[in-house]
């Protein structure tokens, strides 16, 4: 079994539709969790961390479900720019960062 | 500005011809690492550093070599390349989840 495990998608939306994806992780002791954006043929970027709160920023939320061991974004109001495939990323302390192998998002217009 | 720079972006070689992709930051990161992006397998890490002199094996070290003499610098070597070695490396820098990677390099071994 994969450590991180996401659907590859793609996930085909019209413009200002909400999409979520989810992101299954195996290790119990992962201590932090990230979403990174990447372009195609680009390096990852970090879009935002996901607390055990749960965080917004603007139309994008992340939550993490401990117990059921997933994390997963929402993001609303889908925008042609948002194309672009989406890694989830566990961490183990200061070691090493574990990406899953992206979820692909495709806006139509 | 902050950035990651990788050199050569672009690099085709023939099995056997030692090569080294270089790395730099200047955020004055501690970690940096080393990943191997292949399609349906994602992100690999081949060797992170914590710090000047101190390099430790990732998922999927075998082939490659790293040295970090230096913190701004941590460049990647293939003592003899082969063509499963063929890939997109991206270079990183940062604290924790927070990581700042290169434009990326695509190798390709013949």
């Known amino acids: 079994r994969k450590e991180v495990e996401q659907d590859p998608g793609p996930f085909n939306v019209p413009e200002g539709a909400t999409v979520a994806f989810n992101c299954t992780y195996s290790?119990?002791?992962?201590?932090?969790f990230f979403w990174y954006r990447q372009d195609c043929r680009k390096e990852p970027k970090l879009l935002m961390s996901?607390?055990?709160s749960g965080n917004e920023d603007g139309r994008f939320t992340a939550q993490l479900n401990r117990a059921s061991q997933y994390i997963s974004l929402l993001i609303r109001d889908s925008k042609l720019s948002d194309s672009a495939t989406y890694l989830c990323?566990?961490?183990?302390?200061?070691?090493?960062?574990?990406f899953g192998s992206g979820t692909r998002l495709q806006v139509q217009p | 500005e902050a950035q990651v720079t990788q050199n050569p972006r672009y690099l085709i070689t023939v099995t056997g011809k030692k090569l080294t992709v270089t790395c730099s930051q200047n955020m004055n990161h501690e970690y940096m690492s080393w990943y191997r992006q292949d399609p349906g397998l994602g992100l690999r890490q081949i060797y992170y550093?914590?710090?000047?002199?101190?390099?430790d094996k990732g998922d999927v070290p075998e082939g490659y070599k790293v040295s970090r003499k230096e913190k701004r610098n941590f460049p990647l070597i293939l003592e003899s390349p082969s063509p499963n070695q063929t890939s997109l490396y991206f270079c990183?820098?940062?604290?924790?989840?927070?990581?700042?990677f290169g434009p990326g390099t695509r190798l390709t071994v013949t």
């Open positions: 990183a820098s940062g604290s924790g989840g927070e990581q700042y």
């Open positions: 990323v566990v961490t183990m302390g200061r070691r090493a960062l574990t």
């Open positions: 550093s914590m710090n000047v002199e101190v390099t």
């Open positions: 290790n119990s002791a992962s201590q932090s």
């Open positions: 996901v607390y055990s």
